[in-house]
């Protein structure tokens, strides 16, 4: 089916000292978000804990992408060159259209039931088999997927057919502290 087009989106290539001034001039235009962002191949590397020495010089550039509700987009896109012109930016703007999404579906769908062994299975609700531990994942964490939390369940398991206890500390979505 096809989405309701409800946003028009703003691209901009400005200079990154005026990003603060264009981004107050696009707000006054009616943008109800701006965000910056770097331009493909610009972004400095992540530093590490054992980098040293001043962090790499921000690029001179930045994208800044605004965003308007269709109905009050072409007052924005009327106003804009004056405005660009008034702050000194020379780059033509681009316009997009943006279809609004269903992030929640998508994700679902991705959130898979992890076997952990015979005996102990994380399941979100949705995928779940009789017998499994059900945890609703977030969108972070949760769902017993990530190598960290796996291993973790394995060695919980581990000890408690030993007839060991484990305990949980720092619990986030509690799928540890549950098995």
Known sequence: AAQALS??????VVGRRRSGTVIHALFELGA?????????GEQPPVRQPWD???????????????YWELDSAETARAALPSVL???????PPEW???????????????????VVSETLAVSPPWKAKDGDLIIEPGMAFGSG??????SCL?????????????????TGSGVLAIA
Request: charge should be negative.
């Open 145 to 150: 997927e990530h190598p960290t939390t796996l």
């Open 32 to 40: 109800v978000g701006c965000h910056e962002d770097y331009l493909d």
């Open 52 to 66: 040293t020495g001043p962090p790499p010089a921000e690029p001179e550039r930045t994208l800044v992408r605004a």
């Open 154 to 170: 394995r060695a919980i398991e581990a000890c408690a057919s030993a007839g060991e206890t484990c305990l949980d500390v720092g």
């Open 96 to 114: 997009v259209a943006v279809q609004e999404e269903d992030w929640s579906e998508g994700w679902r769908q991705a959130c898979e039931r992890v």
């Open 85 to 91: 012109s008034d702050l000194g930016c020379a780059a």
């Open 7 to 12: 946003w028009v989106e703003l691209r901009l």
